[in-house]
Nanobody, 115 residues
Framework: QVRLVESGGGLVQAGGSLRLSCAAS????????MGWHRQAPGKQRELVAILTSSGSTNYADSVKGRYTISRDNAKNTVHLQMNSLKPEDTAVYHCYINTGGRGYWGQGTQATVSS
């Protein structure tokens, strides 16, 4: 019913920026919340940013002040702006939405930050 496709990952030098996008398609009514997770080698998956249906946002301490989650309602797309990137930000980033009582994941996009 719901398909999420991420884009925008790539290779960037430390201090640079990336803008990730997640396009949602399918039968979507109300979205309870959406967010971005990341998983680096040897580490557990980490929730880095969430956006609730009311518009409130929350960020992991590790990215707070550097990342911004936003949504384009007309295009059913959620974005993650990542600034001042550090090598430790290197991970596969997945978007997630919870709608209709179910959760849906994107396939992930790789972000690599070089020293």
């Amino acid at each position: 019913q719901v398909r999420l496709v991420e884009s925008g990952g790539g290779l960037v030098q430390a201090g640079g920026s990336l803008r990730l996008s997640c396009a949602a398609s399918g039968i979507i009514f109300s979205i309870d919340w959406m967010g971005w997770h990341r998983q680096a080698p040897g580490k557990q998956r980490e929730l880095v940013a969430i956006l609730t249906s009311s518009g409130s946002t929350n960020y992991a301490d590790s990215v707070k002040g550097r990342y911004t989650i936003s949504r384009d309602n007309a295009k059913n797309t959620v974005h993650l702006q990542m600034n001042s990137l550090k090598p430790e930000d290197t991970a596969v980033y997945h978007c997630y939405i919870n709608t209709g009582g179910r959760g849906y994941w994107g396939q992930g996009t790789q972000a690599t930050v070089s020293s």
